[in-house]
């Protein structure tokens, strides 16, 4: 299976790196109708970092927002690490079949789930700070399991990733998950990882 990395990320992350990151939150951005993503995050050891809360946009992206509300009422989330976090840029997880924290996660990155590849969804909404997309491989049509929350403006994305929410709470838990080694593409060393992930209707 195709890694399913976000392809532009190691050329065009310097440039999402120069956008200012919000320190205090995001301003003007609420919770809509929902569902929205309930992310549990603890580091390697198990220590609990907080909570972030993704407000999911069933409206924009109605295929990819039931994937993610699927996986997670099945408890296939549980457990999973944030395998690739780039400073400036995005944290990536939902690699539900090599991602599994306690496991062998050399190829985290490059599994889905036992459901078959999405297509795409592209709407008119801009990858900014806290804008959640669906990673996926060269082919368009290729997201699956794998999500990633931007940490700064990524609109070099804009109709290449399907957008399929928004953080509304946790912004400072974004921050604090351990990032990964720019040389190495993001790839994160004892990743923090996403204890339990529980959906609100």
Not at 73 to 80: E, T
Not at 168 to 185: F, H, M, S, T
Request: hydrophobic content about 45%.
């Amino acid at each position: 299976m195709w890694n399913k990395l976000l392809v532009p990320a190691l050329v065009l992350a310097a440039g999402a790196a120069a956008h200012p990151v919000l320190a205090e939150g995001l301003p003007g951005v609420t919770d809509g109708p929902g569902p929205n993503l309930v992310i549990e995050v603890a580091d390697s050891k198990g220590a609990a970092k907080g909570r972030i809360v993704l407000d999911l946009y069933n409206d924009k992206a109605p295929n990819h927002v039931e994937r993610l509300v699927t996986l997670a009422k099945s408890g296939a989330y549980d457990g999973v690490v944030f395998h690739r976090v780039i400073d400036g840029f995005m944290a990536q997880t939902g690699d539900v079949e090599f991602g599994k924290h306690g496991s062998d996660t050399a190829r985290a990155g490059m599994g889905g789930s036992n459901m078959p590849d999405l297509a795409a969804e592209f709407n008119d909404v801009s990858f900014q700070a806290g804008t959640v997309g669906m990673a996926r491989a060269q082919d368009p049509n290729s997201a699956n399991s794998q999500f990633f929350i931007d940490l700064a403006p990524a609109t070099f994305l804009d109709g290449q990733y399907t957008v399929v929410g928004q953080l509304v709470d946790g912004w400072d838990v974004l921050n604090a998950i351990k990032k990964g080694d720019p040389a190495a593409n993001g790839a994160v060393v004892e990743p923090d990882y996403m204890v339990k992930v529980t959906v609100e209707e």
